[in-house]
């Protein structure tokens, strides 16, 4: 598992590596420390879907194909 953060030393993203290339759920924070997105990579590639979230809030779903966006879907749940 590889953290990454930024200058104000907040998380700015968590993930895994497989032969150098991102593999997995990779998470993406901002500023702040909250979550906005969620990709699922296979070799490197963003597959499968992409969840974004504002303050917790999961507003938005693409589904991905080849790392094509084949599917969106918005939304508006809390999740946490």
Known sequence: TKLYYKKN????????????????????????????????YVNDIAEEEVVYWNNRIKIRKENLKDGRKIKRTVESRRIF
């Open 9 to 40: 030393h907040k998380l700015a993203a968590i993930g895994n590596y497989k032969a150098g290339k991102k593999e997995g759920i990779w998470e993406f924070y901002d500023e702040d420390g909250k979550l906005t997105k969620k990709v699922s």
